[in-house]
Structures are given as structure tokens and as C-alpha cells.
DNA sequence: CAGAATCCAACTTGATACTG
DNA sequence: CAGTATCAAGTTGGATTCTG
């Protein structure tokens, strides 16, 4: 499946029925649509990172939050964690190749995101505005 | 900005610093990732389509979720609402244009999903039967 | 038919304090 | 440095009931 085909595939397609096949995939979608998640598969893109380097580059996340999403996206094979036996402890995470299939679909939303934030509450405001009247 | 731009657009800049461009991408990021959004974006793509019938056509969604998405991708400019005076009442949706601009983000997402489930499980399987022995 | 209103259980997140 | 533990607060989603 290349990138073109993103155009002629269907949510139907994708998600369909109430079976397993189509669950999981919700499941999925729902699972990496937190508040951080993306956010932090996108800042893996480089390389390997430390924990500490990585939690400046994502700005306001907490260190909890950071741990829970780099340990969700390690079990489920997106991220690989390296521990050095060192003192003071080192630990670096870097994407792993499934991990890195997920950066253009990611990139796509976000770049989407970017481009439209304008217009988005551009109408958000008018919304309001029509119904506080 | 094309599809091919993705795969040189990095988060960083996308999602850069703590200033307010930068927030308002990864609010609008974290808004779009609940559970039915996407889903419900991916369903209207074929054009008007009726309350019930949406309803259908997303397994599993509740009444409730059904109208509050819908609502909120209304105010958001990416969904139009049409209300027929009709008895028994009739209501349609479809993807405005800025709608129709966040389905191939959307779709790709989908696919990706689709196409690493199977990987993913297999990690997560993988993961469990390591941590918990 | 297409919802609005209410209630509640579950989950998410942040802040804080502590540790190897 | 890289976490873990605990608690409080906020948010989300489902079930149910009611209505124009």
C-alpha cells in the first residue's frame, strides 16, 4: 500500500462491522489519540534520544506522562527502550521500524492540523457567536 | 503543501515551542484523537447523510457521542448540519471543503492502523509474556 | 426521528513527594 | 538521571429517561 492509495481507500473499508477485524482497528485509532502520543512518536524521529532530552523537547508534558506513553508505545513495539547501567543512569528510546511507519500518517495529521488551525477557529468563533446570541 | 512534503516535515517544527502556534496544533491534535472523530469524519464521506443512518454506520457509537461529535465538528467548521421542518424530522450532515481536507490524514491514519494491527498485538503479546514472568 | 437532560462509573492527567 | 507511588481533580463515555 503506497501513499496513493490513501485517496481511494474508505473508512468503511477500514473499519468495517462489529468484528474483531474492524475493533481493533478503532481500538488502535483511539489508543494513540491521546494528548501525547504523536507528539512523542514525532519527537523519536532522530534517533536516539534520553529521557530527559526528550521531555524538553516536548513541551509541558509531565514526567509521568511521559513515562506512561514511552512504556504503552514500548509494548506495543513503536519504541525501543536501552537502559546503560551507568551512574547517573542513562536511558535512551529510539522508533522502531514499525515504529517508523507511523511517522508519515502522524506527520500528515499534524501538518494537517497546522494548516487548518486558522480556519478552524476562525468558524469556532463564528459558531459561538451565532448561538450566544 | 502536497503529500510528498510529509515525509520532509519534522514534529519539531510543526509543533514548535510552548508560543501559541505551536498549542493550538497540539490541542487540535489531542481534539480529533478521541474515540469517535475520526470515525465519524471517515463515514460522511460520501455526501448528506441522515442522523440514523450515520448512527448505523458507526458500530458501537452511542446516541449521545453521536451528537456531541457531531456538534463539535460543526462549530469547527468541518461538518454541515441541514435540518429539515419535516414531521417526522429529517436532519443531514456532510464534510464542508475544510471537512474534506482532513480525510486524507484521516484515511491514512485508518490504513496505517489496519495494516500494523496484526504487528502491534503480536508486540503487545510478546511484551506482556516478558514483563509478566 | 433526532435529539436534550441527567446521572454515574471509569478513565486520564497533573502535582507532589520519594528512590535506586 | 530516570524513574515510581500516591492522591486529587477533571474529563469522557454509557445508560436511561424524556420531548418536539
Redesign the pocket.
Known amino acids: 500500500m503506497t501513499t496513493a492509495d490513501v485517496h481511494t481507500a474508505r473508512m468503511d473499508d477500514i473499519c468495517s462491522g462489529a468484528g474483531d477485524d474492524g475493533r481493533v482497528v478503532r481500538d488502535l485509532l483511539?489508543h494513540l489519540g491521546?494528548?501525547?502520543t504523536l507528539l512523542v512518536v514525532g519527537m523519536l524521529e532522530d534517533g536516539p534520544i534520553?529521557?530527559?532530552?526528550l521531555k524538553n523537547r516536548v513541551p509541558?508534558?509531565?514526567?509521568?506522562?511521559l513515562?506512561?506513553t514511552?512504556?504503552k508505545l514500548e509494548r506495543d513495539g513503536l519504541v525501543r527502550?536501552e537502559?546503560f547501567p551507568e551512574i547517573?543512569?542513562?536511558?535512551e528510546y529510539d522508533l522502531t521500524p514499525l515504529g517508523h511507519t507511523l511517522l508519515p500518517p502522524a506527520l500528515a495529521f499534524a501538518t494537517w492540523a497546522r494548516g487548518s488551525s486558522g480556519e478552524i477557529l476562525a468558524r469556532r468563533a463564528e459558531f459561538d457567536a451565532r448561538v450566544t446570541r
Open positions: 483511539e491521546d494528548k501525547w534520553r529521557y530527559s532530552e509541558g508534558i509531565s514526567q509521568r506522562m513515562t506512561l514511552l512504556k527502550r537502559s547517573p543512569p542513562r536511558v
